[in-house]
């Protein structure tokens, strides 16, 4: 697997991604998404309980997760679960939030800029300096 890291902000909440080239798929930090949909600090519990009702109802989405090293809150690098958009979108199914809806635009949204900026390697290039000038007003 050749993948990109990167986060993602929704709602000013990062959530930690890696985009993988060759199967041209997003994995999401599940616990992040977790996290933002249920609104607490550590989704990591949230998702541990859901993770075991899922399994108990033969949720095959469950089964199907990975795991990745992503950049934890520590500095360090740690296996995380993650989702595809498709499994994602399966999982937000799961969690009664308001943010759901939003969030799912959100997915489909990153997801076409990246489909996009690969169909046009110049709008990868513009968005990469919009995020530099951004981050150097916030500074």
């Given at each position: 697997?050749?993948?990109k890291?990167?986060?993602?902000?929704?709602?000013?909440?990062?959530?930690?991604?890696?985009w993988?080239?060759?199967t041209?798929?997003?994995y999401?930090s599940i616990?992040?998404?977790v996290?933002?949909?249920?609104?607490?600090?550590?989704?990591?519990?949230?998702?541990?309980?859901l993770?075991?009702r899922?399994?108990?109802?033969?949720?095959?989405?469950v089964?199907?997760?990975?795991?990745?090293?992503?950049?934890?809150a520590?500095?360090?690098?740690?296996?995380?679960?993650?989702?595809?958009?498709?499994?994602?979108?399966?999982?937000?199914?799961?969690?009664?939030?308001?943010?759901?809806?939003?969030?799912?635009?959100?997915?489909?949204?990153?997801?076409?800029?990246?489909?996009?900026?690969m169909q046009?390697?110049?709008?990868?290039?513009?968005?990469?300096?919009q995020n530099?000038?951004?981050?150097?007003?916030e500074?």
């Amino acid at each position: 697997m050749t993948k990109k890291e990167a986060i993602k902000i929704f709602e000013e909440k990062k959530v930690r991604t890696a985009w993988d080239d060759e199967t041209e798929e997003w994995y999401f930090s599940i616990v992040d998404v977790v996290s933002i949909l249920t609104e607490s600090v550590d989704g990591r519990k949230y998702w541990n309980k859901l993770k075991q009702r899922l399994k108990e109802e033969g949720n095959e989405t469950v089964t199907n997760c990975h795991q990745l090293k992503m950049l934890s809150a520590d500095g360090k690098m740690r296996f995380t679960d993650v989702a595809t958009t498709e499994q994602m979108f399966r999982l937000i199914q799961s969690i009664p939030s308001p943010k759901a809806e939003p969030f799912k635009l959100w997915m489909a949204q990153t997801a076409k800029e990246r489909l996009d900026e690969m169909q046009d390697p110049a709008k990868e290039v513009l968005r990469l300096e919009q995020n530099k000038d951004k981050s150097n007003k916030e500074q």
